[in-house]
């Protein structure tokens, strides 16, 4: 059983910064997805990185934007987000699953973490 715990939500100003982290309780290879869900929405694969840190990939709306990483060391994946937008508001899920691909799909993820709030807005 994977256990994951996000941190690091919060209110941010239009292109604006936030670090959100997601805690990791196994140090076996999964891959860590990153999520967000608006209310009576389908859940959005944002990034993904793979269990190794060899392989990443991003939704092309957040490329350039966001930066996926892993600290093996502390057991953590880092989701990075810079110049944030309105539209990113949403709750983020990090996640467990047994490969990052392209289509960043949730049905590939496991295991899931409690969501961390985001609000973009001035």
């Known amino acids: 059983q994977l256990r994951l715990v996000e941190s690091g939500g919060g209110l941010v100003q239009p292109g604006g910064s936030l670090r959100l982290s997601c805690a990791v309780s196994s140090s076996d290879y999964y891959a860590i997805g990153w999520f967000r869900q608006d209310p009576g929405k389908e859940r959005e694969g944002v990034a993904c990185?793979?269990?190794?840190?060899?392989?990443?990939n991003y939704v092309k709306s957040v490329q350039g934007r966001f930066t996926v990483s892993g600290d093996k060391a502390t057991s953590t994946v880092h989701l990075q987000m810079d110049n944030l937008k309105p539209e990113d508001t949403s709750v983020y899920f990090c996640?467990?699953?047994?490969?990052?691909?392209?289509?960043?799909?949730?049905?590939?993820?496991?295991?899931w973490g409690q969501g961390a709030h985001v609000t973009v807005s001035s």
């Open positions: 990185i793979s269990g190794g840190g060899g392989a990443v």
């Open positions: 996640a467990g699953g047994p490969y990052c691909g392209l289509l960043i799909s949730p049905s590939s993820y496991h295991y």
